[in-house]
């Protein structure tokens, strides 16, 4: 069986989004740079084909391959479900804690449960020997808090973005310790760390 990862890109600040996020702005303000490592653009903000580094090119070839994916509403919402039907990647388990709209339903690679557990459970399910990534603020605190990670994996930007979303916004609770596995340099900072059981 693969790992459960929570794959985040995050600013040196902690944040994965910036300030005034909408449905319009998924990323809050200055937030889009924060994936500049593997979607990189042009001055224009337009996506550059073909990718940055040999080492951003190499981590985002191994997001790419994993055997299913859970987020939350929050993730998948402002990106208009990567464009539905033609969304080309694995299996998607939104965790939503309320009812998707009809029009959502259709979409035949995505999958809405009302908890986190049931959502990485089917998502393991689905990818079998395959990593599952976990993506979204909400979702991955929900599932660190449910002991469901295995491993997180974080592409630190060179940015501040000094208000937004935080990442690890974690309430009370016992610390979760954690031990470094990798680090590779490239246009971001790739830390992987497996978390302790």
Request: hydrophobic share 40%; net charge negative.
């Amino acid at each position: 069986m693969g790992k459960t990862v929570l794959d985040m890109s995050i600013s040196v600040d902690g944040f994965v989004a910036g300030p005034n996020e909408t449905i319009d702005n998924g990323l809050g303000d200055g937030g889009q740079r924060l994936h500049d490592w593997g979607l990189p653009r042009d001055a224009d903000g337009r996506y550059i084909e073909g990718r940055g580094g040999e080492i951003d090119a190499a981590m985002m070839a191994a997001y790419e391959s994993a055997g299913a994916s859970v987020c939350g509403r929050g993730t998948v919402d402002p990106a208009g479900g990567w464009g539905g039907d033609a969304y080309d990647g694995p299996p998607v388990f939104i965790y939503a804690r309320r009812p998707p709209r009809s029009d959502e339903l259709r979409w035949s690679k995505f999958t809405y449960v009302d908890t986190v557990e049931d959502a990485v459970g089917r998502a393991r399910e689905k990818a079998g020997d395959a990593d599952v990534v976990v993506q979204g603020a909400g979702t991955g605190q929900a599932a660190i808090a449910a002991g469901l990670i295995d491993e997180i994996q974080l592409h630190v930007m060179p940015l501040l973005l000094r208000d937004g979303r935080r990442l690890f916004d974690l309430p009370g609770g016992v610390p979760t310790e954690l031990d470094l596995i990798d680090v590779r340099q490239g246009v971001a900072l790739h830390l992987r760390y497996e978390v302790r059981r």
